[in-house]
C-alpha cells in the first residue's frame, strides 16, 4: 500500500518522480523518500508527505537520469526516517523500494544476522535486499539473477525496484499481487504502481504480471518470468487523460469526485443503456449470458466500500433474477473452505483491481471452477486480467481515498448486469424492465439536482460537527447505505460511526440514544417507509436527534426529523444510487469543518495490496 515511481532515460529524473510521488501519495503519507544515480548512489527520505521531503531538499543539487522513488504507508516498522525508503544495501551500491509485504522476513533476518548482517531499518523492505545482495555477492553472477533465485524463497507481495551503481541507466524490478506498469517513451522509461506518474509522458505502457523480472534501461525493456525465460511485453494504451488526475478548481480531490458522478455515472451507462430502445449491451455480459443466467448461486466477493456496493447488489439480483447471492468479505472467504462447486459465479468488486485478498480469493475459486466476473474501475488491472469476464465501471481516476464516484459506478454496472439477466431469464416482465431501465437513465440529472444543495448539507455538518458518535439506519435497499454512510463519517471525520438495519435497533443500539446522538435515517419512499418513521418517533421520544435522507415531497418526515437532506423519488431499486450522495457530502463537510486532511485520512491508503 505504498506508491513507486522509477525512471530511466535522457530527462532529469528528479522532478519527473517527485512529480509522480504527489500524484501516488493517495497510496501512502507516512515518510517519502528518493534515490539517484549520479557517481554512487545518493539516497534522500523523510518522514510525512512528500512535500516535506522536497523542503528539505531545496537547494541541493540532485542531478541524475536514473532514480526511484518512494511514498510510504507504513507495515512493518513505525513511520520515521530511518525506516523511510528506499533502502541501502550494506556496501551501499543498491537502493531498492518495494511495495508489498515479506512474510518470512523473520527467518531470512535471522539467517543474514547470523551471517554478520546488520540493519539499519525496522522493515522487510531493508531484509530483502540485503538478502538479494547476499546471493548476489555469493551465489550469483548477476543482479538479475540474485533477483530470481531470492524471489523464489520469498514469502509474501511485493513490487520492487532496484538500482546498482555499477549500472546506472538500469532498473531491475519484479511484481508479485502488488501493481507495476511500465510506461514506454522514446529512449526513456517511466515505472510506478499506477499510470498517474506516467500519462503526462506517455500513453503506451506494459502492465507487468506476477513473477515477471523486467530489465529496463532507456532504449530497452526486457521481461522474464522467474524461471529466466523472455516474456514478449503486451503494449495497451491509455485511455487516461491527464486533467481526470487534477483538482480541476475544487479544494479537495474528494469533493471533485463527488461532483462528478453526474458524469461519471453517465460514462458508465452511455453505450450500453439506451432507453429509447429499451436495451442494455454489456460487451463482458453477453457473450457469457447463459453463465449468469444459469448460475446455481452468486457469490460477491469484495472490500469495503465495494463490499457495500455488494450488498445493495445481493438485493438488486436475488429481486430481479430469482438467483441466490451471497456477499463475502474478501479478507474472510480466502481463509476460509468455502463451498464452491462448479456452475457458481463469483463477482469480484474492486476499484483499483488490485485488491490483495480479493485477488487471492478469486484465484482459489478458479481453482474450484467458479465462473470469475470483475467489477474493476482501472483497465488493465490485475483483477481485469484474472477473471473470465467483467465489466469496467469507467468512473475515471479516483484520486481522494475515500471512495465516493467508484461506489456510485459499481452499482450502476451491477444493477444493468441484474436487469439484464432478469430479463433474459424472464423473471421481470417488460413493463418493469423498462421502467428500471428508465430510472436508471435519469439518475446522473437527479445526482445533480442533489449536488445543488450541497450547501445546505454544509450547514448541517457545522451543526453535527462536534458529536462523538454517530448511528446510521436504513431499510432493505437503503440498509447498505446506512453502511457504507456510517463508514463514510468514520473515514473522514474521525467519528465514531455504526451502521444497523432500522428494525435491529430494538435489539440493542438504542441503548446509545440520547440528546447527544445523531441518528441518520436513510428513508427513502419505499415499501418501508412507515415502518421506518415508527422507528424515528422511537428515536425521538428518547430525545435523540434525527437526521434524515427524505425523497421529495416527503412531509411526513419532515414533521419528525430535526433535519432532513432531500433527493429526487426514484424507484426503491435505484433510491440507493441517490440516497448515498448526500451522505458522502456531509461527511466531506464534517471533516473539513474539523479542519482534517479529507483526501488522505489518517492511517488510510487507496489501494489495498497487502494483507
Not at 27 to 39: E, M, P, T
Not at 449 to 474: C, H, T, W
Not at 499 to 515: F, N, Q, R, S, T
Request: hydrophobic share 45%; charged share 25%; proline share 4%.
Amino acid at each position: 500500500m505504498c506508491g513507486i515511481v522509477a525512471y530511466t532515460g535522457k530527462r532529469e529524473a528528479y522532478p519527473l518522480i517527485l512529480k509522480g510521488l504527489k500524484r501516488l501519495e493517495y497510496r501512502g503519507y507516512d515518510s517519502a523518500g528518493i534515490a539517484l544515480v549520479n557517481q554512487g548512489i545518493q539516497v534522500y527520505k523523510k518522514m510525512g508527505k512528500v512535500a516535506v521531503l522536497e523542503d528539505s531538499l531545496l537547494g541541493i543539487s540532485l542531478s541524475s537520469q536514473t532514480g526511484i522513488g518512494h511514498t510510504r504507508w507504513a507495515t512493518h516498522g513505525e513511520p520515521s526516517d530511518r525506516n523511510a525508503h528506499p533502502h541501502r544495501s550494506s556496501n551501499g551500491k543498491l537502493a531498492m523500494v518495494h511495495n508489498g509485504i515479506i512474510e518470512n522476513y523473520a527467518l531470512l533476518k535471522q539467517e543474514l544476522s547470523n551471517k554478520g548482517y546488520q540493519f539499519d531499518s525496522d522493515t522487510d523492505t531493508e531484509v530483502l535486499l540485503k538478502f538479494i545482495e547476499d546471493i548476489h555477492i555469493h551465489h550469483a553472477g548477476s543482479l538479475e539473477e540474485a533477483v530470481r533465485i531470492a524471489l523464489r524463497r520469498v514469502v509474501g507481495a511485493y513490487v520492487i525496484i532496484i538500482v546498482d551503481e555499477d549500472d546506472p541507466e538500469t532498473l531491475i524490478a519484479a511484481r508479485k499481487g502488488s501493481p507495476l506498469v511500465i510506461g514506454i517513451g522514446k529512449g526513456e522509461h517511466f515505472l510506478a504502481s499506477d499510470a498517474s506518474p506516467i500519462i503526462e509522458y506517455t500513453k503506451e505502457v506494459v502492465y507487468i504480471n506476477d513473477y515477471e523480472v523486467a530489465i529496463v534501461k532507456p532504449d530497452e525493456l526486457i521481461l522474464k518470468n522467474l524461471g529466466n525465460e523472455r516474456i514478449t511485453p503486451f503494449i495497451t494504451q491509455l485511455d487516461m487523460e491527464l486533467a481526470a488526475i487534477e483538482k480541476g478548481g475544487f479544494d479537495h480531490f474528494m469533493l471533485k469526485e463527488i461532483f462528478e458522478q453526474p458524469v461519471s455515472v453517465y460514462d458508465c451507462l452511455r453505450g450500453r443503456l439506451d432507453a429509447q430502445l429499451g436495451t442494455i449491451r454489456m460487451g463482458g455480459v453477453d457473450p457469457h449470458l447463459d453463465k449468469l443466467t444459469n448460475a446455481n448461486r452468486i457469490i460477491i466477493i469484495a472490500c469495503g466500500t465495494s463490499w457495500h456496493a455488494g450488498l445493495v447488489a445481493e438485493y438488486v439480483l436475488e429481486e430481479l433474477c430469482r438467483i441466490p447471492v451471497e456477499v463475502e468479505y474478501a479478507s474472510e472467504f480466502r481463509y476460509r473452505n468455502p463451498v464452491i462447486r462448479e456452475g457458481d459465479v463469483i463477482i469480484a468488486i474492486s476499484q483499483s483491481g488490485e485488491t490483495a485478498d480479493t485477488l487471492v480469493a478469486i484465484d482459489m475459486a478458479k481453482k474450484q471452477k467458479a465462473f470469475i466476473f470483475g467489477v474493476v474501475n482501472v483497465v488493465g488491472s490485475s483483477i481485469s486480467r484474472q477473471s473470465d469476464a467483467g465489466a469496467y465501471t469507467h468512473a475515471g481516476p479516483e484520486i481522494g481515498v475515500a471512495s465516493t464516484k467508484a461506489f456510485t459506478a459499481q452499482l450502476v454496472v451491477l444493477m444493468m448486469i441484474a436487469l439484464k439477466v432478469g430479463y433474459a431469464k424472464k423473471s421481470i416482465d417488460k413493463v418493469r424492465f423498462l421502467h428500471l431501465i428508465n430510472e436508471l437513465n435519469e439518475v446522473p440529472e437527479k445526482i445533480n439536482f442533489i449536488l445543488q444543495s450541497a450547501e445546505n448539507i454544509q450547514a448541517l455538518a457545522e451543526k453535527y460537527k462536534d458529536a462523538r458518535d454517530f448511528l446510521y439506519l436504513g431499510r432493505g435497499y437503503n440498509f447498505p447505505i446506512a453502511l457504507e454512510g456510517a463508514l463514510k463519517l468514520k473515514e473522514i471525520s474521525y467519528i465514531h460511526a455504526e451502521g444497523y438495519p432500522a428494525a435491529e435497533m430494538k435489539h440493542g443500539p438504542i441503548a446509545l440514544v440520547d440528546e447527544s446522538l445523531p441518528v441518520v435515517f436513510v428513508a427513502t419512499k419505499d415499501a418501508y417507509h412507515e415502518k421506518i418513521m415508527s422507528n424515528a418517533q422511537e428515536i425521538k421520544a428518547r430525545k435523540g436527534k434525527v437526521l434524515a435522507v427524505i425523497s421529495e415531497g416527503d412531509v411526513e418526515f419532515i414533521s419528525i426529523a430535526d433535519d432532513v437532506m432531500v433527493v429526487p423519488v426514484a424507484d426503491e431499486l435505484i433510491a440507493p444510487l441517490l440516497s448515498v450522495v448526500p451522505l458522502q457530502l456531509l461527511a466531506y463537510y464534517i471533516g473539513l469543518a474539523k479542519g482534517l486532511d479529507v483526501d488522505k485520512p489518517r492511517n488510510l491508503a487507496k489501494s489495498v495490496t497487502v494483507e
